[in-house]
């Protein structure tokens, strides 16, 4: 017999309840790929990677990146895991090639970060927290390096609910309505109730009827709602 791939995804579901699917097929969507990986500049090719280093921030006991990220170095050439972290006794230290106790974000000099990854040979900088994103991408182009985090205007319209749900609705993208009002959402009768620029699903409330959803709300800086 024959050995063949068969852990597509049913997205019946997902049809569902947006009333869409994914624009590009699986076979297409690989070839996209290969052809994207062919036009890749040669400078940033994996091939060449030899004896440079990955640097993971805020790397506290994110243990499993470090030997994700190792052992994907040894498949693509030579170098180190450096893990980088304010605090002395993280977890990370001990499953990393180097650990650098990273003076805080709002303490280090521009010119101390610049220093480490050339004298380092960073070729690729990996931040792991939602609130490093944006100071990262704010100073990716003064570092030198590959700084895998998105542009701040991307990482801006993600971190802000009402935002991120006005920019899919522009761009035809089928979202979760929200809004800074229930009476914007009359046909309603329950709701969920978020801070408009939480993480991590912290202050959630699901299914509430309008009288708790007002309760709640009062519990967040900026709430937003949603049908």
């Given at each position: 017999g024959y050995v063949y791939e068969a852990s597509v995804a049913?997205?019946?579901?997902?049809?569902?309840?947006?009333?869409?699917?994914?624009?590009?097929?699986?076979?297409?969507?690989?070839?996209?790929?290969?052809?994207?990986?062919?036009?890749?500049?040669?400078?940033?090719?994996?091939?060449s990677w030899t004896g440079q280093n990955v640097f993971i921030s805020s790397a506290s006991?994110?243990?499993?990146?470090?030997?994700?990220?190792?052992?994907?170095?040894?498949?693509?050439?030579?170098?180190?895991?450096?893990?980088?972290?304010?605090?002395?006794?993280?977890?990370?230290?001990?499953?990393?090639?180097?650990?650098?106790?990273?003076?805080?974000?709002?303490?280090?000099?521009l010119g101390e970060l610049q220093k480490y990854i050339i004298t380092n040979q960073v070729k690729l900088v990996i931040p792991t927290r939602d609130a490093e994103l944006k100071w990262w991408a704010e100073r990716k182009s003064d570092l030198g390096t590959y700084v895998m985090v998105s542009d701040v205007?991307?990482?801006?319209?993600?971190?802000?609910?009402?935002?991120?749900?006005?920019?899919?609705?522009?761009?035809?993208?089928?979202?979760?309505?929200?809004?800074?009002?229930?009476?914007?959402?009359?046909?309603?009768?329950?709701?969920?109730?978020?801070?408009?620029y939480g993480a991590g699903s912290r202050h959630v409330y699901i299914d509430v009827s309008k009288e708790t959803a007002l309760m709640v709300s009062k519990n967040h800086t900026d709430p937003v709602f949603s049908p």
């Amino acid at each position: 017999g024959y050995v063949y791939e068969a852990s597509v995804a049913d997205i019946t579901k997902l049809k569902e309840i947006t009333d869409w699917v994914p624009p590009t097929s699986l076979e297409d969507g690989i070839q996209a790929l290969i052809d994207y990986e062919n036009d890749f500049p040669d400078d940033h090719s994996w091939d060449s990677w030899t004896g440079q280093n990955v640097f993971i921030s805020s790397a506290s006991n994110k243990t499993e990146l470090c030997e994700v990220v190792s052992r994907s170095i040894e498949q693509v050439g030579s170098g180190n895991v450096i893990a980088a972290d304010c605090n002395q006794k993280c977890l990370a230290k001990y499953f990393c090639d180097v650990f650098w106790k990273m003076p805080p974000l709002d303490e280090i000099q521009l010119g101390e970060l610049q220093k480490y990854i050339i004298t380092n040979q960073v070729k690729l900088v990996i931040p792991t927290r939602d609130a490093e994103l944006k100071w990262w991408a704010e100073r990716k182009s003064d570092l030198g390096t590959y700084v895998m985090v998105s542009d701040v205007e991307c990482l801006e319209n993600c971190f802000d609910k009402l935002l991120f749900a006005e920019v899919c609705k522009a761009n035809g993208l089928p979202c979760i309505t929200t809004a800074t009002s229930m009476e914007e959402l009359e046909e309603s009768s329950t709701f969920v109730v978020r801070d408009r620029y939480g993480a991590g699903s912290r202050h959630v409330y699901i299914d509430v009827s309008k009288e708790t959803a007002l309760m709640v709300s009062k519990n967040h800086t900026d709430p937003v709602f949603s049908p």
